[in-house]
Nanobody, 124 residues
Framework: EVQLVESGGGLVQPGGSLRLSCAASGFTFSGYAMTWVRQAPGKGLEWVSAINSGSDSTSYADSVKGRFTISRDNAKNTLYLQMNSLKPEDTAVYYC?????????????????WGQGTQVTVSS
């Protein structure tokens, strides 16, 4: 059974940092592209960032470019999102998702397996 479990969310002040983790199990993690997607209150899903299976290609939404860094550790079956210089508009539930393809795709619907999400709140 495919499982993705996010952790690391919480309440942080503007300008602060958080590191999200996504622990994967039940599939060959190293062969899948991975993504982070978020959903702000009252809004739809927003693709945030993605990484290919081999970690040599990453991509970011313009809204987070230069502030967020996606990475993965295939030996630990874990995906990460380092979030710096956080803004109130980053407040959302953050989901990790896996794509059976190895290359990056940019639409949430392209990803077949999803975690439950972790809440990130940026507020003073």
């Amino acid at each position: 059974e495919v499982q993705l479990v996010e952790s690391g969310g919480g309440l942080v002040q503007p300008g602060g940092s958080l590191r999200l983790s996504c622990a994967a199990s039940g599939f060959t993690f190293s062969g899948y592209a991975m993504t982070w997607v978020r959903q702000a209150p009252g809004k739809g899903l927003e693709w945030v960032s993605a990484i290919n299976s081999g970690s040599d290609s990453t991509s970011y939404a313009d809204s987070v470019k230069g502030r967020f860094t996606i990475s993965r550790d295939n030996a630990k079956n874990t995906l990460y999102l380092q979030m710096n210089s956080l803004k109130p508009e980053d407040t959302a539930v953050y989901y990790c998702a896996a794509d059976e393809n190895s290359f990056i795709r940019y639409t949430p619907n392209d990803y077949q397996h999803w975690g439950q999400g972790t809440q990130v709140t940026v507020s003073s």
